[in-house]
């Protein structure tokens, strides 16, 4: 895979749903979700989760690319500790695909223990080899505020 020439991405997100157009194959994303944030008693935050049902949706134009790529996602909590990447589909570019391919599945299931901003690598490579390229990053914001009750003498 070279850097130059393609693919190129066109949407990288993390939604709770989509529609795609039966004829016209047009692809619509419902609730794109940025983050969470909660609030509680407890002085420090619980562990959030990400995961299903929520939708990875990525769509791919091949631009010069050509062949069957590996994609992969990385998480990085806020600290900078990344996960190994795991692999969530193969792409393939052609004459027949067309212009553009559309991924969609489910979000890999993640515990968030960290405030600040998650960043979700997405990487393309060949299958089989190594972590891949960066095309693009996700990022999902956890924030967390304690609660505190007052309590009025009498």
């Known amino acids: 895979m070279t850097s130059v ?3 190129y991405v066109q949407i990288a997100a993390i939604c709770e749903t989509f ?13 794109i979700v940025e983050g969470w944030g909660g609030a509680g008693p407890e002085s420090e935050m619980p562990s959030a ?13 091949a631009g010069q690319a050509r ?6 996602l990385r998480q990085e909590a806020p600290s900078g500790l990344q996960d190994d990447p795991i692999d969530i589909a193969e792409v393939q570019f052609n004459e027949l695909t067309g212009l553009g391919v559309d991924t969609i599945v489910p979000m890999p299931e993640y ?6 901003t998650y960043w979700f690598d ?15 990053r996700i990022p999902f914001i956890i924030s967390y505020q304690q609660t505190v009750t007052i309590r009025r003498p009498g």
């Open 49 to 61: 989760h990400i995961g299903a049902p929520l939708k990875l949706v990525i769509n791919l134009w």
């Open 19 to 31: 529609i795609k157009g039966e004829q016209s194959h047009a692809l619509s994303l419902i609730n």
């Open 5 to 7: 020439g393609g693919p």
């Open 67 to 72: 062949g069957r790529y590996s994609l992969k």
């Open 111 to 116: 515990d968030l223990t960290e405030q600040g």
């Open 122 to 136: 997405v990487l393309l490579g060949d299958p089989g080899a190594g972590d891949g390229q960066l095309l693009t």
